[in-house]
């Protein structure tokens, strides 16, 4: 694997592989010594033109256990308002000699320019592109679900007939995006729930369902309740009337919660805003995922890390 | 074309007579951990642990693994190499004489490599070497404690190891060269 | 000057003639017999049409000189067969008083590769909130005609409505761009399946709809003429469509680019393809072919649009809008309407000369090639075959679309007042052509 820039265009074996390296690397979490020599002389660049304390720190200890070098570049601003262009920023990397770049940034597309730009040959990471995608999160959450279902007998597997419901504000989610084309390829079903305001105008090519509805959605007693951040800055946009109104129609409170057979996970990718779109009460129950899929984003890290920068031939 | 050097009953017959050397050497079973190298290491070393089981009654011991993939010197070389699990034995590795077990011994890079990999897991006593093949070419100064059959060959000959539980056979053969 | 014949051209009419060059005049055409002195040019194969007139072309001088000059933007347009250019009003100062567009015309006329026409900003400094000096500028030397917000919408209704009836003392016209802005804040591409999935903010059809269905009802309201720049959708062919069948005075131009490319293109994130408007989809592009064929889309304009290589290498969301166009127009016309059947060669002349010199009230321009004209017109060779390259760009910027592509036809001469600005498919030197210029005026 040259580059991880989307889940659209892994296909099953590359993301069941990698979910497998994952298992790997989580093993190595429970050791003793908690690092492998791997990426030894490797140096990997965390380029973050956004804030992003949770996950550039995950993909610093992703290379740090893989012995690679880590250099965390924050750019945080635009290029424009910068006045440093991305191919400036790309063109000191490669004299630094970064053999792999994470990169996150608020433009959608920026992972796939500095890939193909031909500015750098160091293999790119995408950690969230503005509303496109943030692929090693789905992985992650896929990876979560996974455990959950199968334990340790997960390697090989997908997610075969597994039903996922995504709640929140699609349109701007480039986590709803890597999950819609990841959980097709690893053959789950999803449903995303949204006000209509907070869906791309058309969803006829996704391979998902939309509603309207969350309580009908949860009636059908899903596998996984995957809830979204709402961003502070879309109560001002006129998406929705008010905070009340949205965690009123939206979240997921302590009745709706009630209402889940206890197998039901309930996913988030944080941070969370409680009382908002999730109850303490679902957040801090048994059946939250919340801190596996903080300690699992490192593994399946890891494994990216490690397909990304370990083969010298293609 | 493929020439066969150990048919079954040689294998099986090797696999034997390394068990009953690993017991000799170790006087018994206690404090030994056998670990197998995937991929062909791993089944080797389960057989070698049943047999174990089979000459001293009594015993209960279980081969683990140990992937040493992510300990190779060779990574940026070589295209992505899939990693695959380690298991090891419920006790650990501290204080234990632990008998790697492979399928071909030749570079000795992979066994350089289990050495980095153990390392990670614990402290053991003494680490033994057990293979089916030792082809020569050493690039490393290790040699085998336990070795099915040493099979001198040249560099551009091929040897393939097949074992029963992953190719449905078990046989040794050569190929290429001249 | 010595004449010049072009022998056995075929007429946009597909008749074949020889033409007669002399005193910057179309002096006959016929059969002509041979004439000592005179230069002949072997036309076989190749259709003569009068001169391209662009209606929408920005030339980004003064103010913008390292993406653009009024001397490279007209060399852009000879090279593609241009003989005159209407320019926008946004430059840097804008050209929103007379001593700009008189400065932009005179530079033009100097420089000698086309004419030069420069259009006024409906509102001072293109900020949308009063009235530039429309009057002063129609009555300078410059005789500006044309006045547009290019690059914004004149979105103030009433600010539109008056702008509408103001222009109607100087025969004018206001080109609208038309974008409805709150609908539009920070779009990055159209609007539809593709741009949830690229995670790129979506452009809306219907903000470009709903101002030009409020457009033609004010332009009928107060009777002025309205023209319409770069048509996108389906449904504003449908609006303009209607205000025809109404008999509302509104005039509307489509893009080259608009008829060949489609938003499929942006998948790559490849910022030579964000313009605004966007690139919109299959279904669009043959609403607006067919549009043009029925005649619904008066003409076809390029909306040259030059930016540094800076404005183009970055993220999607930073990269500037637009395309240059002059070079490449006519090939990919001919791609788009003329190898479909959409389109004949006498159609060609009608969209992209004829009419658009006739919205813009431009004299000496878009004239049927026949004696007694001024001899502004390009010879084309419809059988070539090209991969689009940087050799093919004349201008000061790369930022084409079509590099890489095959496109059909190629511009092998062209003539502005009587003079060959190209000659054999190759752009005559700066200094011969202002030479020539200046002994066209005296």
Redo the contacts between chains.
């Keep these: 694997m040259r580059h991880l820039l989307s889940t659209k265009a892994l296909t099953r074996d590359e993301a069941i592989g990698l979910l497998d390296i994952a298992e790997d690397m989580a093993a190595v979490q429970e050791r003793e010594v908690k690092k492998l020599p791997t990426l030894r002389g490797k140096t990997v660049v965390n380029l973050f033109f956004e804030d992003s304390t949770r996950t550039r720190i995950s993909f610093e200890a992703a290379a740090k256990r893989l012995s690679a070098d880590v250099i965390n570049f924050s750019a945080k601003g635009s290029s424009v308002s910068k006045g440093e262009s991305l191919k400036d920023t790309a063109q000191t990397l490669q004299a630094m000699g970064a053999d792999g770049v994470v990169i996150r940034h608020p433009a959608s597309g920026a992972p796939h320019l500095l890939a193909t730009s031909g500015w750098i040959d160091a293999g790119v990471v995408n950690a969230g592109d503005g509303t496109h995608e943030h692929p090693t999160q789905a992985l992650l959450d896929a990876f979560t679900m996974r455990r959950r279902i199968h334990g340790a007998a997960a390697r090989g597997k997908g997610l075969d007939g597994i039903r996922v419901v995504i709640v929140g504000d699609i349109l701007h989610s480039r986590v709803a995006r890597s999950n819609v084309w990841l959980l097709e390829t690893l053959g789950a079903e999803t449903t995303l729930v949204a006000p209509p305001t907070l869906v791309p105008v058309d969803t006829a090519g996704w391979p998902a369902q939309i509603s309207h509805d969350l309580d009908a959605s949860l009636a059908e007693h899903p596998d996984v309740v995957m809830m979204l951040r709402i961003q502070a800055e879309r109560m001002h946009g006129a998406f929705f009337p008010d905070s009340r109104e949205y965690s009123r129609l939206w979240g997921l409170d302590d009745g709706r919660f009630a209402q889940l057979p206890a197998t039901t996970m309930v996913m988030h990718p944080g941070p969370m805003n409680r009382g908002l779109e999730i109850a303490a009460a679902a957040a801090d129950s048994p059946q939250s995922t919340v801190r596996e899929q903080v300690a699992n984003g490192v593994s399946v890290r890891m494994a990216a890390l490690y397909l990304l920068l370990s083969g010298g031939l293609d | 074309m493929a020439r066969t050097v150990l048919n079954q009953a040689d294998v099986q017959r090797a696999l034997t007579r390394i068990s009953h050397e690993i017991l000799e050497s170790n006087r018994g079973s206690s404090d030994l951990v056998i670990l197998g190298i995937p991929t062909r290491g791993v089944d080797l070393a389960r057989r070698i642990a049943a047999e174990i089981r089979r000459i001293e009654p009594g015993s209960t011991i279980e081969a683990g693994s140990l992937d040493v993939t992510m300990y190779r010197d060779d990574l940026a070389r070589t295209t992505t190499r899939t990693p695959h699990p380690t298991e090891l034995p419920a006790g650990g590795i501290d204080g234990k004489t632990v008998v790697l077990v492979d399928d071909v011994l030749y570079s000795g890079r992979t066994i350089r490599a289990a050495f980095d990999a153990l390392a990670d897991f614990g402290r053991a006593r003494a680490v033994r070497l057990a293979v089916l093949v030792d082809r020569g070419h050493r690039e490393f100064p290790i040699r085998a404690d336990f070795v099915g059959k040493n099979l001198p060959s040249s560099t551009d000959e091929r040897i393939n190891v097949r074992v029963a539980a992953i190719d449905g056979e078990d046989a040794v053969t050569i190929e290429g060269g001249r | 000057m010595a004449a010049t014949i072009i022998r056995g051209a075929t007429l946009p009419d597909g008749t074949r003639a020889d033409l007669k060059l002399e005193g910057g005049l179309i002096a006959e055409v016929g059969s002509i017999a041979g004439a000592s002195g005179a230069e002949t040019i072997d036309a076989d194969g190749l259709i003569a049409l009068p001169g391209l007139v662009d209606l929408h072309t920005h030339l980004r001088e003064p103010g913008y000189e390292a993406s653009e000059t009024i001397l490279t933007g007209t060399q852009a347009a000879a090279a593609g067969g241009y003989t005159a250019v209407f320019a926008m009003a946004n430059t840097y100062p804008v050209a929103d008083t007379a001593g700009v567009v008189e400065q932009e015309a005179r530079i033009g006329r100097a420089a000698g590769y086309a004419t030069v026409q420069p259009i006024g900003a409906v509102t001072v400094g293109l900020k949308g909130e009063r009235l530039a000096e429309i009057g002063a500028m129609a009555a300078s030397q410059a005789n500006v005609r044309v006045f547009s917000d290019d690059g914004f919408c004149v979105f103030d209704p009433l600010l539109m409505r008056r702008a509408l009836e103001y222009v109607k003392a100087f025969d004018g016209v206001v080109a609208q761009h038309a974008q409805e802005p709150r609908l539009t804040q920070g779009a990055?591409m159209n609007?539809?399946?593709l741009?949830?999935?690229?995670?790129?903010?979506?452009w809306?059809a219907v903000a470009e709809e709903s101002i030009i269905a409020r457009d033609v009802l004010l332009a009928e309201h107060v009777g002025s003429r309205l023209h319409i720049c770069h048509l996108s959708t389906a449904g504003s062919v449908e609006v303009v469509r209607w205000a025809k069948a109404r008999g509302i005075a509104v005039t509307a131009e489509v893009t080259p680019h608009h008829l060949l490319l489609t938003e499929d293109l942006i998948a790559?994130?490849d910022a030579r393809f964000k313009v605004n408007p966007p690139l919109r989809t299959a279904e669009d592009v043959q609403a607006l072919r067919e549009a043009v064929a029925d005649g619904t889309i008066d003409i076809v304009a390029t909306d040259h649009a030059p930016h540094p290589l800076?404005a183009k290498?970055?993220?999607?969301?930073?990269a500037a809008n637009g395309m240059v166009g002059l070079e490449s127009a006519l090939s990919v016309v001919q791609a788009a309407l003329v190898e479909p059947g959409h389109l004949d060669w006498a159609g060609v002349a009608r969209v992209m000369s004829a009419t658009p010199a006739r919205i813009g009230r431009l004299a000496g321009q878009g004239a049927d090639l026949v004696a007694g004209v001024p001899a502004e017109l390009t010879l084309v060779d419809p059988a070539a075959s090209r991969e689009f390259g940087l050799g093919d760009l004349r201008g000061r910027s790369v930022n084409s679309p079509y590099l890489g592509r095959t496109l059909p036809g190629a511009v092998v001469h062209t003539f502005h007042q009587g003079y060959a600005t190209v000659r054999d498919g190759a752009l005559r030197p700066a200094d011969e052509i202002a030479a020539l210029a200046a002994g066209s005026e005296r």
């Design positions: 990055q609007e539809g399946a741009s949830g999935e690229l995670g790129l903010a979506g809306p790559g994130y800076e290498e970055v993220e999607w969301d930073a």
